[in-house]
């Protein structure tokens, strides 16, 4: 597709890990986009305006020319098959899978138990139960399985020393505010090493919440 005459929407909000994952893979694709950010705290995902734009209620969703795109996995695969200049899956169907493996294991593996649908959920029953004690025994599990894959596959970054979709799911895992709180990198070494590279790039940044428009 060309890319000049193109209209990008990203429902965003600053700080959130599965919207960050989608932003890092815009800016690595060189693309040009608008943000709108919908006030999660607020509850403003659950609004009917916002539903009928993502009837799962959660962001991102990627508008793209008037064509809405939802789960941030579909959107990597979508941007990589549609804008393929800037490459973030490596070339061999197997390698292909064992980047797609690591990023299945943020989005469906890690990110599912600390949700904030999953706490509100929680605590309908036991009011007094914190966000650590519910999520640490799944994230520890989550991050300990890709700090050996990593380990295993990773050089300067998750997949060798090419940034790729991995680096794009697993960075925002660590230090998105809605978990790096539950989480310390000093357990994770080979996360901790890949993520302190991945803060000298630019496209890693921390969203600012007033550039919205
Ligand atoms: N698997 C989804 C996860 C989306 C998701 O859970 N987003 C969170 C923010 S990190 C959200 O919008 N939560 C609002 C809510 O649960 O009410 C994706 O990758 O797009």
Known sequence: MSTSRLAIRLYTYRGYSAPWRASIMLKLKQLHFQQFFVNLPKGEQLANMYSQ????QVVPTL?????????????????EEEFPRIKLLPK?????????????TVN??????????????VHNYVSDINRQEISEPFLDRGFTALNTLVEKHGGD??????????????????????????VSLDKYPALKRVVENLD???EFAYENPDSQG
């Open 53 to 56: 734009i993502n009837p799962f």
């Open 63 to 79: 508008e793209i020319n008037g064509q809405l795109l939802h789960e941030s996995m579909a959107i990597a695969e979508y941007l």
């Open 92 to 104: 061999s169907p197997i390698e292909k899978a064992i980047v797609r493996s690591m990023c299945e």
């Open 108 to 121: 469906s593996g890690i990110h599912p138990y600390h949700a904030s649908r999953l706490y509100r959920y």
């Open 157 to 182: 970054y998750s997949f060798g020393n090419q940034v790729t979709l991995a680096d794009a799911f697993i960075y925002p895992a660590l230090r998105g505010d809605d978990v790096s709180y539950l």
């Open 200 to 202: 000298n790039l630019t």
